[in-house]
């Protein structure tokens, strides 16, 4: 990957991984959204990457760990947006987004308390991100999502 920089140009940003967690059901995708804890804005789960863990397997964490939620990710992110830690200094980051193919969702866990979550169409997802990284990220997975099977993308000649 490239370095990127800082958005004040102190050197590289940190960088964190998140999911994007989805479910298919009659042919349509669900997306499920979590609240942040500070300001409850809707968001995906996301956090910094864990000692000894890849970036997806860290992603797969923080969704079982902020939404509740386990499935298959994938190792691929399907896009990055730009953010800030919500540290004293507001450190910038990079947050790479993994699709997380959901096949268990808990009644219990461990951030229950401290967070809402709700399934959501791509339409609702316009309505509540408010960011246009993200909706991209959740626009892109959408298109992805429903491709007819068996398309192949062909080399130009």
């Given at each position: ?5 800082a ?5 590289p ?7 994007l ?16 804890r ?18 997806w ?8 760990e ?5 499935g ?10 730009r ?5 004293e200094?507001q450190?910038?980051v990079?947050?790479?987004i993994?699709p ?5 969702e808990?009644?219990?866990?461990r951030e229950?308390h401290?967070?809402?979550?709700r399934?959501?169409?791509i ?12 909706l991209?990220i959740?626009?892109a ?5 429903h ?5 192949v993308?062909?080399a130009?000649?």
């Amino acid at each position: 990957m490239r370095n990127l920089f800082a958005l004040h140009g102190q050197g590289p940003c940190e960088r964190q991984s998140g999911a994007l967690p989805y479910r298919m059901i009659d042919g349509k995708a669900s997306y499920l959204l979590i609240t942040s804890r500070r300001s409850a804005r809707w968001m995906f789960p996301k956090g910094g990457i864990m000692r000894g863990k890849t970036p997806w397997e860290s992603a797969a964490q923080e969704a079982l760990e902020e939404a509740g939620i386990e499935g298959e990710v994938e190792t691929t992110p399907i896009g990055s947006y730009r953010g800030a830690m919500n540290d004293e200094n507001q450190t910038p980051v990079i947050v790479d987004i993994y699709p997380l193919r959901v096949d268990l969702e808990h009644d219990e866990w461990r951030e229950k308390h401290q967070r809402q979550r709700r399934w959501v169409s791509i339409e609702e997802a316009q309505c509540l991100l408010d960011d246009p990284e993200k909706l991209a990220i959740a626009t892109a997975l959408e298109r992805r999502l429903h491709q007819p099977a068996g398309m192949v993308r062909q080399a130009a000649h």
